[in-house]
């Protein structure tokens, strides 16, 4: 049952559904948690590879910094967040136009 | 048998609550979900007998990054969670719409199967190789590896921490109403 097929797979599913939680919700915040979703996919594919094919390490640090960049990724986003509530008084993405022209 | 059952409640955790954060409604119950995920993905780490990465997925991601975002989401409720319009789909206009939902569909369902592809051929030229129990620990090796062959990406992303964070601070102040 543990194989590194099976790893694949779940990473597989965790990175379709964040990719489908990122293009079909309209809220901000949500669009966020679904980037999240997709960098776990990533870290687990890292760490499956790191066990089951290289035995070594490096996917383990790999990994690490991806949970890095992940938190530094979401202090940003958030901020950006609550500066475009206190100016728009809403976190639909449909209302983030003021780039368009 | 431990690691069998941790594996399987672990993968079921997972996807479990990723379909959760993506079919409910309240952003709040998202954010839970996506902290039950983040402990299967967690669980994950550790029958890969990765101890320190499960641990600083647990206190990073679960003790920090989804903390933010309920901060975040209770910080911007506003009106979206007054009014809670609903569009022709019957949902709040948080969740999007019928469009939305098909190209993410769509999007989704290639890349599914087109990864599927990729994947039975990696399980099929590569024979399963037999891995045994013993889960030593990565601790000593990680801190061995972080300062001597990754030394460049450990500080690099020091100081990448530091502008996020005073980043962040800058953009989020608030700031006097003209």
Redesign the interface.
Known sequence: MMSLGSYLIISLILFVIGLVVMLSRKNIVAILLGIELILNAAALNFVAYSRYVTNNLDGHIFSLFIIVVAAAEAAVGLAIVIRFFQIKETIHIDEATQLRN | MF??LL??SS?TL??GC??G??ATKN?MH??IF?LG??MG?AG??A????D??AV??IM??MG??VI??L???M??G???FISRAQNLLGLP?????KW??S???L??LV??LT??RL?SN??NS?A??V?GDEYPS?VS??GH??VKD?VL?FEI?SV??L???V???I??R??KQK
């Open positions: 690691i069998q594996f399987a993968a997972t996807v990723a379909l954060v993506l952003l998202s954010c996506l995920s983040l993905v994950l780490f029958t890969l007998g990765a320190f990465v600083t997925q990073v991601y920090g990054v933010l975002m901060f975040a989401v910080l911007t506003g009106k979206d206009s948080s969740m999007g719409n939305t939902y190209v993410g569909g999007v989704g890349l599914l990864n599927i994947i990696v399980m590569h399963p190789k891995i990565t090796q990680i590896l972080l990754h990406a992303s990448l921490l502008g996020a964070l980043g962040a601070a953009i989020a608030p700031r």
